[in-house]
């Protein structure tokens, strides 16, 4: 059972930055592969990025690559979501989620077995 917890959302011009960082309990923390997902208002939730278990390896969508930068310390049970260059469009509640099973950086909602209460991302034209 793995309990986490995102923090680092706010309000922000367009072009500016964030960094949400997400808290996970349990001593099991490196064996998860870890990823963000963004819901914006009447819309699916949709897949950011995501990192291995080691963070040797990271995948992102398309819509954010180049922007955002996905990085997990194991040691502090930690897993970051570096925003740059935001845009509105990026405006949305992002989700935390530990994958318990997959290999590898999983990109599907499905693959993710614990998600956290979420975090509002707000980006202002």
């Known amino acids: 059972q793995v309990h986490v917890v995102e923090s680092g959302g706010g309000l922000v011009q367009a072009g500016g930055y964030l960094r949400l960082s997400c808290a996970a309990s349990?001593?099991?923390?490196?064996?998860?592969?870890m990823g963000w997902f963004r819901q914006a208002p009447g819309k699916e939730r949709e897949f950011v990025g995501a990192?291995?278990?080691?963070?040797?390896?990271?995948v992102y969508a398309d819509s954010v690559k180049g922007r955002f930068t996905i990085s997990r310390d194991n040691d502090k049970n930690t897993v970051y979501l570096q925003m740059n260059s935001l845009k509105p469009e990026d405006t949305g509640v992002y989700y935390c989620?530990?994958?318990?099973?997959?290999?590898?950086?999983?990109?599907?909602?499905?693959?993710?077995?614990?998600w956290g209460q979420g975090t509002q991302v707000t980006v202002s034209s």
């Open positions: 989620a530990a994958d318990q099973y997959s290999i590898g950086a999983p990109t599907s909602t499905g693959d993710y077995d614990y």
């Open positions: 349990g001593r099991t923390f490196s064996r998860y592969p």
């Open positions: 990192i291995s278990r080691s963070g040797r390896s990271t």
